[in-house]
T-cell receptor
Framework: EVQLLESGGGLVQRGGSLRLSCAASGFAFSTYAMAWVRQAPGKELEWVSVFSGIGGTTYYAESVKGRFTISRDDSKNILYMQMKSLRAEDTAVYYC??????FGAGMGAYDIWGQGTVVTVSS | QSALTQPASVSGSPGQSVTVSCTGTNSDVGLYKYVSWYQQHPGKAPKLIIYEVANRPSGVSYRFSGSKSGNTASLTISGLQAEDEADYYCSSYTSSSTLVFGTGTKVTVL
């Protein structure tokens, strides 16, 4: 079964750091772009970042550029998001998501999503 | 990058058809075929229902269809059913090499 399982969320003070993890199983992880998408309470989905499957290209939303770093360990099938200088507006459920097509840049469609991990930034 | 514009809500009776619009610019929706639609039930993760404007992933009901004209994409749900009541989001690739989601539309089955 294709599955994504996020972890690492929690309560952190403003200005603090947190690292999220997303463990993948059931598919050839290294060949797929993987992304992080977040959703603040009662708000719309917001794309955060993507790591392509081949070539290692990364992209970020302007709202997190310079503060968040996406990475992946293809030997362990894990996607990461290192978050620093956290702000109240970073409070959200963070989902990891798998690109629909292999060898893509990860900007098309996401067909598998995790259950999400909650990040709360307190002031 | 501003969110794509969707109506806050649409509603219809069982069996009817409803259409959700998604308006962007000539730097995203109008420029690329990479428009997707997601269905999200309360407390759940989003589910991909349309990719590349009009394609349905395996297992998604034929009642969901997508199209695009200029800077506006549309999702049509035909034969509306109670289980279709959910939030719907569009997304598009952008000329800045990012992805942008829509503001979301709540579909209510009357």
């Amino acid at each position: 079964e294709v599955q994504l399982l996020e972890s690492g969320g929690g309560l952190v003070q403003r200005g603090g750091s947190l690292r999220l993890s997303c463990a993948a199983s059931g598919f050839a992880f290294s060949t797929y772009a993987m992304a992080w998408v977040r959703q603040a309470p009662g708000k719309e989905l917001e794309w955060v970042s993507v790591f392509s499957g081949i070539g290692g290209t990364t992209y970020y939303a302007e709202s997190v550029k310079g503060r968040f770093t996406i990475s992946r360990d293809d030997s362990k099938n894990i996607l990461y998001m290192q978050m620093k200088s956290l702000r109240a507006e970073d409070t959200a459920v963070y989902y990891c998501a798998k690109d629909f097509s292999p060898f893509g840049a990860g900007m098309g469609a996401y067909d598998i999503w995790g259950q999400g991990t909650v990040v709360t930034v307190s002031s | 990058q501003s969110a794509l514009t969707q109506p806050a809500s649409v509603s219809g009776s069982p069996g009817q058809s409803v259409t959700v619009s998604c308006t962007g610019t000539n730097s995203d929706v109008g420029l690329y075929k990479y428009v997707s639609w997601y269905q999200q039930h309360p407390g759940k993760a989003p589910k991909l229902i349309i990719y590349e404007v009009a394609n349905r992933p395996s297992g998604v009901s034929y009642r969901f269809s997508g199209s695009k004209s200029g800077n506006t994409a549309s999702l049509t749900i035909s034969g509306l059913q109670a289980e279709d009541e959910a939030d719907y989001y569009c997304s598009s690739y952008t000329s800045s090499s990012t992805l942008v989601f829509g503001t979301g539309t709540k579909v209510t089955v009357l």
